[in-house]
């Protein structure tokens, strides 16, 4: 079955930066797109970035243009998400999930496979 694994989450300072690391099995990456999601307390998890099966058209929200960039290796079966110019604001759950599509979708119904999250929480 299609197995998904972040890791990289972490506790860093307002201004530092982050690298998320998100390794599939089970599924042939490369035919798939790839998102981040977020999740903050008491909130609902929110589209972060998605990127397609190439790795070369991204999307991002408003909230992070300009501070993340997503990735992908499908050599290595890895998507990633540099988070740069942290925010408090941006403590939360990520969460890499895996497309039904080869191409970008900011829908969480769009994907069909979720990790199990890591947390990064950013102090100010």
């Known amino acids: 079955q299609v197995q998904l694994v972040e890791s990289g989450g972490g506790l860093v300072q307002a201004g530092g930066s982050l690298r998320l690391s998100c390794a599939a099995s089970?599924?042939?990456?490369?035919?798939?797109?790839m998102a981040w999601f977020r999740q903050a307390p008491g909130k609902e998890r929110n589209f972060v970035t998605s990127?397609?099966?190439?790795?070369?058209?991204?999307d991002y929200a408003d909230s992070v243009k300009g501070r993340f960039t997503v990735s992908r290796d499908n050599a290595k079966n890895t998507v990633y998400l540099q988070m740069n110019s942290l925010e408090p604001e941006d403590t939360a759950v990520y969460y890499c999930?895996?497309?039904?599509?080869?191409?970008?979708?900011?829908?969480?119904?769009?994907?069909?496979?979720w990790g199990q999250g890591t947390q990064v929480t950013v102090s100010s």
């Open positions: 089970g599924l042939t990456f490369s035919k798939y797109a």
């Open positions: 999930a895996v497309s039904r599509w080869a191409t970008i979708r900011s829908s969480s119904e769009d994907y069909v496979t």
């Open positions: 990127i397609d099966y190439s790795g070369y058209t991204t």
